[in-house]
């Protein structure tokens, strides 16, 4: 399996500190880019500014709630930009909100899952997240 | 229930409304114990009484005690007494009408409902972080402290992991009216199936048997069924004592004496600790427990869960025991194609 390019999109340093521990934890080999709001999630994948030289990452971690530009919005430009579209976007997120999940599945996101309440079951998460998305999963070579 | 006007003495005679049963007090120490509907003038509101009486404080108030909302408004003049007082009236006897008592009740419920939801939903936030970091604490630096720390530290997660668990079945309990689904007929052996599957480990871990007689098909929301026998089956393996839980799940045709209104009688009977019929109603409580947590660690929310679950398909739970010799939890639920 190679070095997995993940980017993490999330606001809270408590919870981004989380997903690093989870994924050593974990065993999975990875390269984390974290973007703090949605802005700047934006610019990392449609590549703007000083993230030009930014990599198309292999799996998207998209918190829901984000000052500024929310995670939602991130997630519709994602889906409707005719390369990136094809990164899988994980919506993270402690929302369990009915209305959250139907708005994120209609926004085409590839899953919804409900920020795990201990570390060890997020490290279970993040486990079968890189099993199913960087090993079953057959996605398209290349950009 | 009376209207009592107690107010001041030159509005008190013309305040009586004619449409109302009302009686004119001279003080505040004539209401009676069921007077809910009181109107305060200026005077008697300077009373010590008077004060204890209004809710908001201040002057010139109208105060409606007892009921379920309190509703004020500026009292001026005796003519503007007559008329409030007719509106008042209004409202008794609206508040009295069982149609609208129905309603009232309903939303106080849902309500409570919400208020439930938001609260246990808006403390798993902080609490997942007093959990993740005691945890990562514990698994970093657990090494590095002295047992006195460790002791501390672990008593923390304890208590986080602890209160989560509270949370969840909370919003399990508080969801089950407003997240429910609709009733259809569904079996309730599949449902026993599902329960026992998301048990597996417990019943694996305490070497459970289950005695199952076929269950009919019932009307009922298929999550909430498999919830209920969960609900059950934990608590029958939880409270089975020292030996390895002996549960038996049976249905008989409802007691009409017990449960009328036809359906069917589930029983989940346990051979285990068994309780004092005292506890009988108080164990179908929220957060109610019998035993201590060092004797047996539970939220106190299974029972309640279930007869939440079981009130909801209009069927009615209870349960009997005896301490030492095991309980039977039986239910009534209704049978498919006989109508909720």
Known sequence: MKVADILLVEDNPGDVLLVRKGLERARIANRLTVATDGQQALDILFRRGEHADAVVPDLVLLDLNLPGIDGREVLRQIKEHETLRKVPVVVLTSSDAETDILRSYELHANSFIRKPP????????????????????????GE | MDVVFCACPDAATEATPASAEARTVASVSELAPDDRVVVLGPAAATSPEG??????????????????????????????LVSLGTILQEHVDAQLDPEHQATELERARADLQLFAYAASHELQEPLRMVASYTELLCDEFGDQLDPQARRYLDFAHDGARRMQRLLADLLTYSRIQSRGGPLRPVSADAAVDGALEALGAEVRRTHATIARAPLPAVLADERQLVQLFEALLSNAMTFAGAAPPQVRIDCTPPDPAQFAGGGVEIRVTDGGLGFDMRHAERIFDVFQRLHTRDEIDGTGMGLAIARRIVERHGGRISAVGEPGRGATVRFTLPVAGEGP
């Open chain 2, 51 to 80: 004060r204890a009486l209004l809710l908001g404080g201040g002057l010139d108030l109208l105060v409606v005690l007892g009921a379920p909302v309190a509703a004020r408004a500026r009292v001026a003049a005796a003519e503007d």
């Open chain 1, 118 to 141: 201990t570390l060890d079951a997020l490290q279970q998460v993040l486990q079968v997240l890189s099993d199913y998305w960087f090993v079953i999963v057959k996605l398209p070579e």
